[in-house]
């Protein structure tokens, strides 16, 4: 104790850098801590345990009906790994989705009811189709809220119709939009 009072500037000098270094070990710790926090949050909201297969060609030729990933496919993906919770093939094409008044060139996903599950979809208004929708092949449509405002105005689009590449769906559901 008698050489800390003796040498007051050192002591205080020395206690001044450990104050520091520990101070600088926490914030460096708390924020990393913080990153780690919110890139979980993240990869959660995308699914962190989702993985993509697509049939693809090897070279630039298309793939033919043969080796193209079915329903059937999918369904033995489901009986055949228990730890699989879902499945949701989907399949995209560009077309001109229209009502009486308006017309819109959008992106069509041709998807079964898991995609919902699968993809973390927002619902904002009505619900995503279900597995009878799926099964009975019946003609719904779930939207996006841009889409909607573009086709159906300020009216709500639920229960309305519209036709895409000539074909009437039913609307029963809008996806929030991501801000």
Not at 28 to 56: D, H, P, R, T, W
């Amino acid at each position: 104790m008698g050489s800390i009072w003796a040498n007051k500037l050192r002591s205080g000098l020395t206690m001044l850098g450990i104050i520091i270094g520990v101070a600088a070990v926490i914030l460096v710790v708390s924020i990393g801590q913080g990153g780690k926090e919110q890139l979980l949050k993240e990869l959660e909201k995308i699914g962190s345990n989702l993985f993509v297969v697509y049939a693809m060609s090897v070279s630039n030729e298309t793939i033919g009906p043969d080796e193209r990933i079915t329903l059937d496919d999918t369904q033995a993906i489901l009986d055949q790994v228990p730890s699989v919770k879902a499945v949701a093939p989907s399949a995209y094409e560009y077309a001109e989705a229209e009502t009486r008044k308006e017309k819109k060139q959008v992106l069509v996903i041709g998807t079964t009811d898991d995609y919902a599950e699968v993809r973390n979809v927002p619902l904002g208004q009505g619900h995503f189709f279900s597995d009878l929708d799926s099964r009975s092949a019946r003609r719904v449509v779930v939207i996006d809220e841009r889409l909607a405002e573009d086709l159906f105005g300020r009216t709500n689009p639920i229960g309305q119709k519209m036709m895409l590449k000539k074909v009437p769906l039913l609307v029963v559901g809008v996806v929030k939009n991501e801000e």
